[in-house]
């Protein structure tokens, strides 16, 4: 299951996403992993998320976050859930790009009985039809 938090910049998207994280820490039977842009959540989830800043592993374009993602559930069979924060700085704000990569991650959680969660800053209103089904 895939589901996609978008909204304008200051619209609570990142509050919802840290809402979303402690409801899966607290109902998950597996191991809940957040990928961020830059070091900004080490204070506000809780210790057992495992957070992971993409600058680091110099993440910046769809085929490195796929990448990365199947890496890390072929490490880790017990992620259950994954929760991307800010997905246009992670790998550019290449709307088909984007839109490919959210369908890509539909078909990666469904086979890998996952929930990937993630926020895109853009208008909802003018999203891709492809998208509006995951909002």
């Known amino acids: 299951m895939i589901h996609v938090i978008m909204g304008l910049k200051g619209s609570g998207k990142t509050k919802k996403l840290i809402d979303a994280i402690h409801d899966a820490v607290a109902e998950a039977h ?3 992993v957040c990928i961020e842009y830059g070091r900004k ?3 506000d989830v809780t210790y057992k998320v495992r957070l ?3 600058q680091e592993y ?3 374009s769809p085929e490195m976050l796929k990448g990365f993602l199947s890496g890390m559930h072929a490490g880790n069979f017990d992620i259950t859930n994954v929760f991307i924060d800010n997905l246009y ?7 088909d790009a984007a839109v490919d990569f959210v369908e890509w991650c539909a078909k990666f959680a469904e086979n890998n009985a996952m929930e990937i969660t993630m926020t895109i800053s853009a208008d909802p209103a003018t ?3 492809a998208l509006k089904k995951y909002l």
């Not at 700085?89 to 709307?95: E, L, N, R």
């Open 127 to 129: 999203a891709p039809e």
């Open 52 to 54: 992971v800043d993409s």
């Open 58 to 60: 110099g993440i910046c």
């Open 41 to 43: 959540l080490t204070y």
């Open 30 to 32: 597996g191991d809940v």
């Open 89 to 95: 700085k992670t790998i550019g704000s290449d709307t």
